[in-house]
């Protein structure tokens, strides 16, 4: 270890690069261009063999270091010769190397086996995964990126056309270049650690926690104009979410409107059978199931048109002519579907502002993690993707209700996890009439849901989020015409509340278990 180290800013010639690459996009044209300012390329079985083709001079690290590959490629970059003319401080390492036949390697260029693409193919298993977890790539990359005073190490294609427009007359690189390609670098090999560590750890909220994504899209700003934002990706997602949705049309998504549309589209990943939900504010305004696809739409819009205003639109089947001519008549932000027939899509784009997502197959939620900053750190919980079985309900009232109204509630259940707490919610013929959400008092919430019901509240069924602190909302409820209640139960006034029901002639049954959204 140097004492007192200085680290070197001056122009740096390139004289030797070493090329070692799994993707080689745009390597013909980087591997002629050094070529041709007489810089030596070092190289690697396939790389080398690539250049080769393509009729770039080359020259085989095996013969340079005089070790031949083997191990079935595991062995090949970890020797001293190509270590030691990464490393080396050519102000006071000269001795070193001439005494052991080192030659400087000046430029590196390296990018990793595709861990987070063999990871996510459905035949990988622990063996395969551990295969392609790159060694002497990482050794390489973080080697040039640490002696950044000499060398430059390029991890990414993109950089290529970079780096040639800032190589000089006398193929000398900038420190300032030299500096960013190495914070870049060492970025890139945290990330594939992150990526490796997640795939093998025993648990998800493992002692080490590591989050690692790639910048998706910068956006105009975040929730207001004076924050600023971006958008990053799971490596390798190839998931059919938001961000790899297809945008027929429309202006680019904002923070806000990516956050509304992913809560639609969570809350459409609810149902199988045929769903429209729509979202304001990242709440569900007004959600319905049926056998057609624009008689629900009409009824999930209904269930609260003002709300709906300028909101989310999510449907889980294709969407047609009909349903685009209906759609067009009102302003929303976002329509998100599966599919879209081409005639949907020119009705669709006389709506200029309209942004038209279409993300595939609308599949069942995933358990995710959730992370939330605070100060210091992170509280990170998994996704509440429970499903709520019928042998866990608990009729605690006299009236009983029929298995065709439990299953109303049930699908008010499902709704109801995607609406902020404390959350209250009406429905009827599995439709949403009345959403109360985010209040600080239940009974707030209840008033709300009940003004947003208006006459639809006759023979509807209510849903709550959390127990009922006091049998208050249950009087407030008495004569509106709901039949029934949903909540899960355990406070210390829970005969309160039941003789509440009883006395009103509302049924009740208990979950057992809360789905609170903060």
Request: aromatic share 6%.
């Amino acid at each position: 270890m140097l004492e007192n180290p200085k680290l070197n800013t001056e122009n740096v010639k390139i004289k030797r690069a070493l090329i070692s690459v799994f993707d080689k996009t745009n390597l013909a044209m980087l591997g002629k261009e050094l070529s041709s300012r007489g810089i030596e390329i070092l190289s690697t079985g396939g790389s080398a063999n690539f250049l080769r083709e393509k009729k770039i001079a080359v020259s085989d690290v095996s013969e340079y270091t005089n070790f031949p590959e083997i191990m079935d490629g595991r062995i090949k970059t970890i020797n001293p010769l190509i270590e030691g003319g990464i490393l080396g401080l050519r102000d006071k390492h000269e001795s070193d190397a001439t005494e052991n036949n080192i030659k400087w390697i000046d430029l590196v260029i390296c990018n990793l086996y595709p861990f987070s693409e063999i990871i996510s193919k459905i035949d990988c298993d622990q063996a395969l995964a551990l295969e392609n977890v790159d060694i002497g790539g990482p050794t390489m990359i973080r080697s040039a990126a640490k002696n950044v005073g000499w060398v430059t190490v390029i991890i990414d294609p993109s950089d290529y056309e970079r780096i040639l427009k800032n190589i000089n007359e006398e193929n000398e690189i900038n420190f300032e270049t030299r500096s960013s390609l190495s914070s870049k670098a060492f970025g890139h090999t945290a990330q594939y650690d992150a990526i490796i560590h997640n795939y093998l750890k025993e648990s998800t909220l493992s002692n080490d926690f590591t989050l690692t994504y790639k910048k998706h899209s910068d956006m105009r700003y975040g929730e207001n104009p004076h924050q600023a934002a971006s958008a990053f990706q799971i490596p390798g997602d190839k998931s059919n979410g938001i961000l790899n949705a297809k945008i027929h049309q429309g202006k680019k998504l904002s923070y806000n409107n990516i956050m509304d549309a992913d809560a639609a589209l969570s809350c459409l990943k609810e149902f199988k059978s045929t769903a429209c939900v729509i979202v304001k504010h990242a709440n569900p305004c007004g959600v319905a199931l049926g056998a057609n696809m624009l008689d629900v739409y009409k009824r999930a819009f209904s269930a609260d048109s003002i709300s709906a205003f300028g909101g989310v639109i999510a449907i889980n089947q294709p969407c047609d002519d009909l349903l685009a001519e209906e759609i067009s008549k009102v302003f929303v932000e976002i329509i998100l579907a599966p599919a879209f027939t081409k005639k949907s899509l020119d009705i669709l784009s006389k709506k200029k502002n309209l942004r038209v997502l279409e993300v595939g197959n609308i599949e069942q939620r995933d358990p995710l993690l959730e992370v939330r900053n605070i100060v210091g750190g992170l509280i990170v919980q998994e996704t509440d993707t429970s499903i709520l079985p019928r042998s866990k309900l608990e009729t605690v009232t006299e009236l009983k209700p029929s298995e065709e109204e439990i299953n109303t509630m049930l699908f008010g259940w499902k709704v109801l996890k995607h609406i902020k707490s404390n959350g209250i919610l009406i429905v009827k013929d599995n439709t949403t009439v009345g959403v109360g959400a985010g209040q600080v008092s239940r009974v707030d919430s209840v008033d709300i849901a009940i003004k947003k019901s208006g006459t639809e509240i006759k023979d509807s069924f209510l849903c709550s989020d959390a127990f009922f602190p006091f049998r208050d909302s249950i009087d407030k409820i008495a004569g509106s015409g709901i039949k029934a209640v949903l909540q899960p139960g355990g406070s210390i006034r829970d005969n309160e509340v039941i003789s509440a029901c009883n006395e009103h002639g509302i049924a009740m049954v208990f979950t057992g278990q809360r789905c609170f959204k903060h």
